[in-house]
T-cell receptor
């Protein structure tokens, strides 16, 4: 079945360091891919998305490119801030899952801590 | 903002008691979901709804039931709460542009 694999955390970085959080997926067809972020004590928020191969999603300085050849959707940011400390979730919806449920397939999340 | 409100935000209940969590949305979205979030398990789907009175089970539905008598409200009931149901519960809606939008969560503790 469909699945998402994220790199395990926690990831600890200093402010202004570069960030990459790896995400790979297994899916039939052509899934849509998402990154969600969860700040401490809050719900999940959509960070960015990509709906077809080679699309690049971007938001708040974060980017991720939908790579069908490597089945990957790695999250990157060139210079992290303390305010980026959160848990990041990679997720997909398969185009074959477009019936009644629109269920997201989730990774387990990667915790990021950014130190001043 | 999809206008999703979860209530209560926090609840402590005793083992064996029934508990109902409420999710309310203000924008007439068809699809609604209940998830639980636990360390090491990420988010797991409990139940979902694709319309009034149309619901189905997710991957961890045992011990839970749902009801959707109005478009705007999706209720999650723990029939007889157990300690294993201590968790943070999130409601979500789906729309075709934004994808999922989540509520702020309900932290449930079963003692």
């Amino acid at each position: 079945g469909d699945s998402v694999t994220q790199m395990e955390g926690p990831v600890t970085l200093s402010e202004e360091a570069c960030l990459t959080i790896n995400c790979t997926y297994t899916a039939t067809g052509y899934p849509s891919l998402f990154w969600y972020v969860q700040y401490p004590g809050e719900g999940l928020q959509l960070l960015l998305k990509a709906t077809k191969a080679d699309d690049k999603g971007s938001n708040k300085g974060f980017e991720a490119t939908y790579r069908k050849e490597t089945t990957s959707f790695h999250l990157e940011k060139g210079s992290v801030q303390v305010s980026d400390s959160a848990v990041y979730f990679c997720a997909l919806i398969s185009t074959y899952n477009a019936g009644n449920n629109r269920k997201l397939i989730w990774g387990l999340g990667t915790s990021l801590a950014v130190n001043p | 903002d999809a206008g999703i409100t979860q209530s209560p935000r926090h609840k402590v209940t005793e083992t064996g008691t029934p508990v109902t969590l409420r999710c309310h949305q203000t924008e007439n979205h068809r699809y609604m979901y209940w998830y639980r979030q636990d360390p090491g398990h990420g988010l797991r789907l409990i139940h979902y709804s694709y319309g009034v009175k149309d619901t189905d089970k997710g991957e961890v539905s045992d011990g839970y039931s749902v009801s959707r008598s109005k478009t705007e409200d999706f209720l999650l009931t723990l029939e007889s709460a157990t300690s294993s149901q201590t968790s943070v519960y999130f409601c979500a809606i789906w729309d075709s542009y934004y994808g999922y939008t989540f509520g702020s969560g309900t932290r449930l503790t079963v003692v």
